[in-house]
Structure formats: structure tokens, C-alpha cells
């Protein structure tokens, strides 16, 4: 899909069309096709029996007659009006090229633009804004039935995010002192901990922003973090570079029950940089998580190896590689260094630090950065400021442009083979599960590639240790009682103190352990494993009492998961304003009619 957009880009660059037109044709463009040439308008798939290729294939060989007046919107542009669609296939016998080709495509659209559209032509090459070159194709050239200010303002979102990716101004990123440190051909240094427990068990993120941590010990050293895999080809060269850990205390083991995506300190030569630890897509466990939610789902997390925190010109240069990452991440992810975003109906700023997740009940409990940034004079305030200079934009406090998820068509059928049950075809997957969840049982949503993606197939992993019983419903909250003699989940002694302290679960992470700690809310105690939990209170499993109604979603996503609590596996989202049938009630949770799972009835409306 990049090789796609970056084609498109260039050809309208050479056509003389500046920046902000480029863009807001793009984004007018992904809206109406995905960017995708032989793009067939979702609701004729179903009428005629054709998918896009069938659909193509059928028209360049003949086989279909009736693409001029069957009204159907195709391509690129969705060219739908008889004439146009004429003038589309008789451009395509003149070049020899299909119906779907993207260069003959790109040609007729420009020649329809320089013919027909000239004052829509004149406004890309002259434009101030992505809003005004996108409000221009939408009115002017596009003029679908809705043209309210939301749509305007969704397209203007997602032409916004191809200038962010492509604008000229990327290319030359000016901050203060001249060109970002970081760009897509001079990345950070890698040294990828394959071994850690995080890395082998995460899963991907689409990523939202990106979370400032430090690390809370005397030790600036990036080598007590960060050591190469053993074996790997590298292996002597990272050694070389960050020095070697002789106590084994870095976080490349699976002991060690978290994860981030890189880090911030000294080599062994004394000098500061940045280390990536994982790909920048996986989902850290970082921040732990709160009374809301985590952060830990969206956000790039990194940490900055702290020192005795009184030596300025540490802070100032930790501080200053800190702006420099960030920078480079936002540019490459399209982000809004002074945007925010919305995850479990709560607005989160694109750049924040761990505290900042805690106050917004979105992590654990930690006061990291602020602790730092006071002794010196920094906020994240002042981040936002800086990494926005970097990037050579003076950017308005907003929220973010939507980011343009890789398009392609989810089909909803009780199989991929059996193309007549077909109820829809969607570039939305939210969409796509809505409608299968309509449909009801024996119907899946399958990708372009004829996989089922919903409801999602039961993935066979090894066998773990099975939890005592009394813990298997374990819910965060829960008191829980410790067995006599258990040790922490890295092996070490559990003081006698803590087995006699009232304790509560603060956390139940994927690989079994759990988070706990002497008080609700605060600074957490340990890790413990499941099976050292003998007995809780509060945890067991509500009846589930039969019912029937309607519910209207309140929260912007909502997390539908497998069982009535928030301890189980999520299955898909739901957003806000959706209705969905409610066949059964457990301890304040939903079952959906459609059998996808449970959601939270706090943030729905009865009907």
C-alpha cells in the first residue's frame, strides 16, 4: 500500500500540484476507494455477485456489458455517473491498458481534473490548507450526498495524515539546531531482546502516541537494561557498544515481566543515545494499567536510564535524545505532537509520561517523569513544545488526524467459498462485525485473502501451568490470600510481613502473573504466579440471568470480551452510538445476542 500512495504523491507532484492539494486529493481519494484502483462501490458486490477482481476482470474481458449504466461506483475516484464511466473505459481501450489499471487510472483522473475541473484543478496547485484542497474535491469534484461539515472534516483527517507522511517538509525536518538526529534512513540503534518475556508474548498495536518513562535508580548505564540475545549475529559488536552486564540483571530474560520498545542512556563510551529493544508496533508492557485502562494498548513506551538526578548536563542530554526519539516517531507514525486521541472514553494526550497515565486511570501508580522534570524546570508541556519545533511545525493544541489503517475489503459470509450468502462488504473491519453480529450465528468475517478474522478462531498455544482453582475467576480488586512458603515470580523469598498484610489483585497479566499489592490503589508490593494465590474475596463467578433489551453504546470503544469481567480475553471493540441486543446480565456485564462476548453495561444505555 505505501509503494501505492507514495506513486499517487509523486505523480500529482509532477503534475505541479503543491503539498496541501496533493493531500487533500488523497484523502478524498482513500475515502471513496481505499486508494484502491479496482475498488467495486461495497453495496453493488452483493448485487451483482462480484468482488472487485471479478468485477474487473469481467469488464476488461468483455464478459460484463453493463459498466457504463449500471450505476456502480469504481475506481480510485468512484467514478459513477454514465458519462464519466464512459469516458473511464473508452481512456482505458485508448491505452490498452484494465479498467483497474492504477496509471491509466491516474492519467484519466488528471485529465478530467485539467478538462473539466479547472478551478478545482487551480485550487490544488494553489492551496493554503489540506482542509481548503480537500473541502474543494469534495464539493467540487467528488460531491458525494453527504457533504456535511463531519465528512469534511473526516477527509481534511485523513489528507492530513498524507501530509504528515509526505509533505515536502518531512523531508527536511529544521529543529532549533538544525535536521532531526533521527529519520526512516538514519534510525536509532537496534539491539532487539528476543529473550525477554514481553517480546516473546505481546501482541502488535496500531500505535497512538508515545509514553515517557524513567527508571528510578542510580544507574545511567544502558547496559543494565539492555544486552544483545546470545548467538546473534551482532552480538559482539552491541557488546562492544553498550558493555557488558556481568550480573545478569538486564531485562533480555524471560524472568523479567515487562517490556518496553527502547531506551535512553549511556554507552560504554559514556555517550547518549537511544537503543529499540522491540519493534515499535509491539504493545509494551510498560505502565501498567488503571481503574480505565492501560496505555500500554497505542502507546511507543521508552525509558531513560535516571542518575543520581543532580547532574544537569546528563539531564539536558538524556532530555534533548528524549525530544529527538520522539520526533522521529511522530513523524513516523503521522502523529500530532500537541494532539490527543481517545482510548475507553478517555482523551489522552499523543505524548504523555507515565504519571500523566496514572492521573488519567490509565497506569499504575508511578510519578515518572515529573520527579526529574521539576529539579530542572521541565514539563510535558515542554515536551510537546519541543518535539513540534523539531519537527519544524508550529502546531495548534487539536486533537490528531485520524491515521489511515491499510485498506482492504472484509466480506461477512458463512463461508469465503460461498459467495451468494454474502451480506456485505465493508473497508471498515468495525463495520465488517457489526454487521456479522447482526447476522447472527454461522456468519464470519473473512479478509481479502479469504481468512476469517471475526469472530476470531481459538488459537491452540502450549499448555501453562493450570492456576488453583480458586483463583480462576481472580478479578483486579480481589483480596487474595497467599499460599504458605510462595516466592515471587523471579524466585525470591516473600517476607513474612507481606503473607499477613491484607492484600488486593492490582493486575492480571497475560503470562499468568499476577500484580499485587498491600493497598488498593499506590505503589504495588510484587509479582506473584496465579498458583500461589490459595483463596480471594469477591471473585467468584456471578450467575448469568437470562434477559432480553436493547443497549445503546456511551463509550468511544468499548472492549467486548470473552466472560463478564475485565480478567478476560478481549474479542473485538464496539463504538459509540452503536445498539447491540443484550441476551444475558452477570455481576453488571452484557452478553451480546450475537455470541462475539460480554461488554461493560456502565458505559451503555437501555433502550
Given at each position: 500500500m505505501a509503494n501505492t500512495e507514495q506513486k499517487i504523491w509523486q505523480y500529482f507532484k509532477s503534475k505541479g500540484l503543491n503539498d496541501y492539494g496533493i493531500a487533500g486529493l488523497m484523502g478524498n481519494?482513500?475515502?471513496?476507494?481505499?486508494?484502491?484502483?479496482?475498488?467495486?462501490?461495497?453495496?453493488?458486490?452483493?448485487?451483482?455477485?462480484?468482488?472487485?477482481?471479478?468485477?474487473?476482470?469481467?469488464?476488461?474481458?468483455?464478459?460484463?456489458?453493463?459498466?457504463?449504466?449500471?450505476?456502480?461506483?469504481?475506481?480510485?475516484?468512484?467514478?459513477?455517473?454514465?458519462?464519466?464511466?464512459?469516458?473511464?473505459?473508452?481512456?482505458?481501450?485508448?491505452?490498452?491498458?484494465?479498467?483497474?489499471?492504477?496509471?491509466?487510472?491516474?492519467?484519466?483522473?488528471?485529465?478530467?481534473?485539467?478538462?473539466?475541473?479547472?478551478t478545482v484543478l487551480k485550487t490544488l496547485c494553489s492551496a493554503t490548507s489540506v482542509l481548503e484542497a480537500s473541502n474543494s474535491v469534495l464539493l467540487n469534484f467528488e460531491r458525494p450526498a453527504d457533504q456535511s461539515v463531519t465528512v469534511q472534516n473526516r477527509r481534511a483527517g485523513f489528507g492530513?495524515?498524507?501530509?504528515?507522511?509526505?509533505?515536502?517538509?518531512?523531508?527536511?525536518?529544521?529543529?532549533?539546531?538544525?535536521?532531526?538526529?533521527?529519520?526512516?534512513?538514519?534510525?536509532?540503534?537496534?539491539?532487539?531482546?528476543?529473550?525477554?518475556?514481553?517480546?516473546?508474548?505481546?501482541?502488535?498495536?496500531?500505535?497512538?502516541?508515545?509514553?515517557?518513562?524513567?527508571?528510578?535508580?542510580?544507574?545511567?548505564?544502558?547496559?543494565?537494561?539492555?544486552?544483545?540475545t546470545d548467538g546473534a549475529s551482532d552480538y559482539d559488536k552491541m557488546i562492544k557498544l553498550l558493555g557488558k552486564n556481568k550480573y545478569g540483571t538486564d531485562w533480555n530474560h524471560t524472568r523479567q515481566n515487562a517490556g518496553l520498545n527502547c531506551w535512553i542512556g549511556k554507552l560504554a563510551d559514556g555517550s547518549v543515545t537511544t537503543v529499540q529493544t522491540m519493534p515499535w508496533n509491539y504493545r509494551p508492557?510498560?505502565?501498567?494499567?488503571?481503574?480505565?485502562?492501560?496505555?500500554?494498548?497505542?502507546?511507543?513506551?521508552?525509558?531513560?536510564?535516571?542518575?543520581?538526578?543532580?547532574?544537569?548536563?546528563?539531564?539536558?542530554?538524556v532530555y534533548k535524545e528524549a525530544v529527538e526519539l520522539t520526533a522521529y516517531l511522530c513523524t513516523l507514525y503521522g502523529l500530532n505532537p500537541k494532539g490527543t486521541t481517545v482510548l475507553n472514553g478517555v482523551t489522552v494526550p499523543v505524548i504523555l509520561c507515565h504519571a500523566d497515565s496514572h492521573k488519567l486511570g490509565l497506569g499504575s501508580n508511578h510519578g515518572d517523569v515529573l520527579h526529574w522534570f521539576k529539579k530542572y524546570g521541565k514539563t510535558m508541556d515542554d515536551v510537546r513544545n519541543d518535539v513540534a519545533a523539531l519537527m519544524g511545525s508550529n502546531i495548534e493544541d487539536s486533537t490528531p488526524t485520524p491515521v489511515a489503517p491499510t485498506p482492504q475489503m472484509y466480506r461477512v459470509r458463512k463461508s469465503w467459498a460461498n459467495a451468494a450468502s454474502q451480506k456485505g462488504a465493508y473497508m471498515n473491519l468495525d463495520n465488517a462485525k457489526k454487521c456479522c453480529d447482526a447476522a447472527g450465528e454461522g456468519y464470519f468475517v473473512y479478509d481479502a485473502k479469504g481468512v476469517q478474522v471475526y469472530p476470531n478462531k481459538i488459537e491452540v498455544k502450549p499448555a501453562e501451568p493450570t492456576p488453583s482453582a480458586p483463583a480462576a475467576d481472580l478479578k483486579v480488586g480481589d483480596k487474595i490470600k497467599l499460599v504458605a512458603g510462595s516466592t515471587y515470580s523471579s524466585g525470591k523469598s516473600i517476607p513474612a510481613w507481606v503473607f499477613k498484610s491484607v492484600l488486593y489483585c492490582r493486575e492480571i497479566r497475560k503470562d499468568g502473573t499476577v500484580v499485587f499489592s498491600t493497598?488498593?490503589?499506590?505503589?504495588?508490593?510484587?509479582?506473584?504466579?496465579?498458583?500461589?494465590?490459595?483463596?480471594?474475596?469477591?471473585?467468584?463467578?456471578?450467575?448469568?440471568?437470562?434477559?432480553?433489551?436493547?443497549?445503546?453504546?456511551?463509550?468511544?470503544?468499548?472492549?467486548?470480551?470473552?466472560?463478564?469481567?475485565?480478567?478476560?480475553?478481549?474479542?473485538?471493540?464496539?463504538?459509540?452510538?452503536?445498539?447491540y441486543t443484550i441476551v444475558g446480565e452477570s455481576n453488571g456485564w452484557g452478553k451480546l445476542k450475537s455470541g462475539a462476548g460480554w461488554i461493560s453495561l456502565a458505559y451503555t444505555k437501555k433502550l
Open positions: 481519494l482513500y475515502a471513496e476507494s481505499g486508494l484502491r484502483p479496482t475498488n467495486l462501490q461495497n453495496t453493488f458486490e452483493k448485487k451483482l455477485g462480484l468482488a472487485d477482481e471479478e468485477y474487473t476482470a469481467a469488464v476488461d474481458s468483455g464478459a460484463y456489458t453493463n459498466f457504463v449504466k449500471d450505476s456502480a461506483g469504481y475506481g480510485l475516484a468512484q467514478w459513477t455517473y454514465w458519462s464519466r464511466k464512459q469516458n473511464l473505459i473508452n481512456f482505458a481501450k485508448q491505452q490498452k491498458k484494465s479498467i483497474g489499471d492504477l496509471d491509466m487510472q491516474l492519467d484519466f483522473l488528471y485529465k478530467e481534473l485539467s478538462e473539466n475541473y479547472k492530513n495524515t498524507y501530509y504528515d507522511k509526505y509533505a515536502t517538509k518531512k523531508e527536511t525536518q529544521q529543529g532549533g539546531n538544525g535536521k532531526m538526529k533521527y529519520s526512516k534512513s538514519n534510525p536509532p540503534l537496534v539491539c532487539m531482546q528476543t529473550n525477554s518475556t514481553c517480546y516473546k508474548g505481546t501482541s502488535t498495536m496500531q500505535v497512538k502516541g508515545i509514553l515517557w518513562h524513567s527508571t528510578g535508580a542510580n544507574n545511567p548505564l544502558l547496559s543494565r537494561y539492555v544486552q544483545p508492557w510498560g505502565c501498567g494499567s488503571g481503574a480505565k485502562g492501560s496505555c500500554n494498548t497505542g502507546w511507543i513506551q521508552f525509558e531513560i536510564c535516571e542518575d543520581a538526578l543532580t547532574d544537569k548536563n546528563y539531564f539536558n542530554a493497598q488498593k490503589t499506590g505503589a504495588i508490593t510484587g509479582v506473584i504466579k496465579k498458583t500461589s494465590i490459595q483463596g480471594y474475596e469477591g471473585g467468584s463467578s456471578a450467575p448469568t440471568v437470562a434477559t432480553s433489551y436493547k443497549v445503546k453504546i456511551t463509550a468511544d470503544v468499548l472492549n467486548v470480551r470473552k466472560g463478564p469481567g475485565t480478567n478476560n480475553a478481549i474479542t473485538c471493540r464496539v463504538k459509540k452510538n452503536e445498539v
